[in-house]
């Protein structure tokens, strides 16, 4: 029993350690190291939040029933995209030993749940969510209302479809503000592809990692990139959206698209999907040949191994889970789900937790080109600043993944 104490006890200062070195991890390479030592207080708030909404969700009895009745929406949806999927592809999906192929039964129904975004959209409820849940975020983070709408806004509409919304007031937008907006694209996911994350890791750690990121990429750019932002600097922007949102597409002209782009976004997953792992696959079998065995997922798993166990797992577990970190980072988050959902036997429940939350974000190599190419698309400026920023904006939203690692770790 007194065994047991002590083991708890080391866990959560191990943790509070962690939070502390990822907190360090964003200060040193700050552009105003004094202006963020001056935010350290909001940085505790935002702190005390992240840990009271990670209790809310995954220690009481209402996060649960929220989650379960998050999860049980997404499967009820995907029944319904199964709908379409077999009317298109016949027998196709269903066929094979091994079960559904991924693209039918994972990919395919992002084109769906696209949709239905697309429709929440047009009829001016997404916007009303993200106008309030937006201010909320604001009231709470000390940043501006583009900011935090566009937090709120990322987590649904996705890393590159949110400048889209913001299009109108791109050019305009400071440098400064531009990368806390793109972090926070990194550090979120899109509401189109939950469905497909619940089928490879707990949905309440998809849950909880959406809402903890949120918040975490205020706490990591408070650090990282602080400024000031005035409520005239906020008005002068948001002029310009509501002039654009006046222009308005019919139902069938938007929803049209908003398919489209679900069906872009399930091939483009599926193409990095085939690419990445076929280079990892070919990356592994050079490293075993070269080094007697050693793969080069081995290799970053005893990389990410110090701060798997800064993060809260046990230090016999910190280079199997540091491998499924460094998998997400080289290639991308839904390849290392794959593999911690195949392989995951043997960690604890508290590794799988601290893992599986890491992993719900966007932060890897990839994302610097797809946020790059959606803003250049967009404004050859910003796609400028952030293609300049770009090592820096993976490094900002890897620590939120952390940060928010850290806290479910505190919290299992």
């Known amino acids: 029993m007194r065994a047991k104490a002590s083991e708890v006890r080391v866990h959560y200062l ?8 990822f907190l360090l991890l964003a200060w040193l390479p700050s552009t105003d190291r004094r202006a963020a030592v001056a935010r350290l207080p909001r940085i505790a708030v935002l702190l005390i939040v992240q840990i009271a909404l990670g209790s809310l969700l995954l220690k009481t ?3 649960r029933t929220v989650i379960r009745a998050v999860s049980d929406s997404f499967a ?5 995209a199964a709908q379409g999927t077999a009317f298109v592809f016949g027998d196709l999906p269903t066929t094979g030993s091994s079960g559904p192929a991924f693209l039918f039964a994972v990919l395919m129904p992002i084109v769906f749940v696209s949709a239905l975004i697309g429709i929440l959209q047009h009829l001016r409820v997404l916007p009303l969510i993200i106008k309030y849940l937006g201010l909320l975020l604001s009231w709470v983070s000390g940043y501006g209302k583009i900011e935090s709408f566009n937090a709120v806004a990322a987590a649904i509409l996705g890393q590159s479809e949110v400048f889209i919304s913001l299009r109108a007031m791109l050019d305009d937008i400071p440098p400064e503000r531009m990368y806390t907006l793109a972090a926070s694209a990194m550090s979120t996911v899109s509401a189109a592809i939950l469905g497909a994350y619940m089928q490879l890791i707990d949905p309440k750690y998809v849950i909880a990692a959406i809402m903890l990121n949120m918040i975490g990429a205020f ?6 990139n602080p400024y000031p932002v ?5 008005a002068e922007l948001l ?3 509501v002039a654009d949102s006046r222009k308005r597409q019919s139902f069938f002209e938007m929803l049209t698209d908003y398919i489209l782009v679900g069906f872009k976004v399930a091939f483009t ?13 070919m990356i592994n079998g050079v490293f075993a040949a070269l080094f007697d065995g050693t793969t080069f997922q081995d290799v970053m798993g005893h990389v990410f191994a110090p701060l798997a166990w800064l993060s809260g797992i046990p230090w016999h ?4 889970a540091g491998r499924f970190m460094g998998t997400k980072l080289v290639s991308n988050e839904v390849v290392a789900m794959q593999e911690l959902n195949e392989q995951h036997a043997g960690l604890s429940d508290r590794t799988v937790a601290i893992v599986s939350t890491y992993l719900v974000s966007f932060a890897n190599f990839s994302t610097i080109a797809i946020v790059t190419g959606a803003v250049r698309s967009l404004s050859e400026k910003q796609g400028t600043v952030i293609a300049r920023n770009g090592l820096r904006l993976l490094y900002g939203a890897t620590l939120v993944s952390f940060l928010s690692a850290t806290i479910v770790g505190l919290l299992s």
């Open 219 to 224: 706490v990591v750019c408070s650090l990282i």
């Open 76 to 80: 009820h949806l995907l029944g319904y």
């Open 230 to 234: 005035t409520d005239a600097d906020d």
């Open 317 to 320: 577990e910190a280079a199997a």
């Open 61 to 63: 009895g209402i996060g």
């Open 14 to 21: 191990i943790g509070i350690v962690g939070l502390a070195c």
């Open 239 to 241: 002029s310009e959206e």
């Open 269 to 281: 997953v599926a193409a990095m999907l085939i690419g990445f792992i076929a280079l990892l696959a």
